[in-house]
């Protein structure tokens, strides 16, 4: 492990926001296996922060980084909530496929959570499309060439819905703002 990871990682356990907000983004993109279990669970709670940057940064580092199966659950309740951020809303909802997309038991579940979530014309427009192209990335439908929006518009939803619609089961829908 370099110096620079090594001071990153002393700064995940900082009580200076900064401090933990650089070591999550270090971490987002350092490669190699995954760190100790003592790094792993601070990530993990760091996704319940109420700094929004660093909850947006943990969700990126055990969700997209990572692809943590035990995140999924977590990032579930989270869309839950109707005061979230809006960037930790979207880096949630491409948590969700992306933990899917390694973890394919929950690909019914995530492919439920997003349709949901994309039909949900209660919800912010930037919300629904970016749970469309997550649906549309876990089927293979796109090619994931960035973690940004692509040109997938509420118009492209409306009229994709019965495929979405077709992934909906009762139990995986949510609402959210």
């Known amino acids: 492990m370099n110096g620079y990871l090594k001071s990153a990682l002393r700064k995940l356990f900082s009580t200076n926001a900064d401090e933990v907000w650089e070591a999550l983004f270090v971490l987002g993109g350092a ?46 309740v989270l869309l839950r909530k109707r005061n979230s951020d809006l960037l930790v809303m979207l880096c949630a909802i491409r948590g969700i496929s992306s933990i899917a997309s390694h973890q394919t038991d929950l690909m019914d579940e995530a492919s439920a959570l997003l349709a949901s979530i994309a039909l949900d014309r209660a919800s912010d427009d930037r919300v629904r499309v970016t749970a469309y192209s997550s649906l549309l990335r876990l089927h293979r439908r796109i090619v994931d060439r960035c973690l940004g929006v692509g040109k997938e518009t509420a118009t492209n939803l409306e009229s994709d819905r019965a495929w979405i619609e077709s992934h909906l089961k009762p139990s995986h829908t949510v609402q959210i703002q």
């Open 31 to 76: 490669e190699g296996p995954l760190p100790t279990n003592r790094i792993v669970s601070r990530v993990l709670d760091l996704i319940q922060n109420m700094d929004s940057r660093i909850q947006e940064r943990a969700i990126f580092v055990a969700a997209i980084h990572w692809h943590l199966p035990n995140t999924f659950d977590m990032l579930r």
